[in-house]
């Protein structure tokens, strides 16, 4: 599995900083294959997907200045990450996923604040919600206006 971040096809490895990018924008029909071609139909493997990723943490308080600066360290180490919002006792990360299925999106997902809790100095919080929905959910959604709020501006914010 490979984690992408819009807009960044063909960029070299030295741009790892977060861009904004309004909804749909790197996403329009026939940016990208997302469909199986005939050879992969024929031998039944299944072609990675994009996914819309919301995890929602939740703990004790902790102090906002070291919150912000763990949700930056793990938007450095992983520039797939769209936005991040933060509260001092609760964390909302929002990113495409690049996976096969459904459950391997959300079993990517639901490793990455355990296993960079101590590399990013995340708080020691728990998983308490995850949203996996596919790319045409997703753009449905915000076309009729009750999607997932822009993830505009891209970065790390308090709520």
Known sequence: MRRVRPGTAGRG???RALTSVAAGAGYADGDMDEGPSDESKANGERQPRLWHVTLSVSGP???????????EQLAHDH????????ADDHAEIR????????????AVA???WGEH??????????IVG?????????????????GPPPAAPVGVHPF
């Open 13 to 15: 490895s030295a741009e």
């Open 61 to 71: 308080p902790a102090p906002l200045p070291e919150i912000r600066r763990g949700l």
């Open 79 to 86: 520039p797939f990450l769209l936005t991040s919002r933060y």
């Open 95 to 106: 990113y495409w996923e690049e996976a096969r299925d459904l459950h391997d999106a959300a």
């Open 110 to 112: 639901l490793r990455l």
């Open 117 to 126: 809790r101590q590399s990013a100095q995340l708080p020691p919080w728990e």
């Open 130 to 146: 995850l949203e996996v929905i596919d790319r045409d959910t997703y753009h449905q959604r915000v076309a009729e206006g009750y």
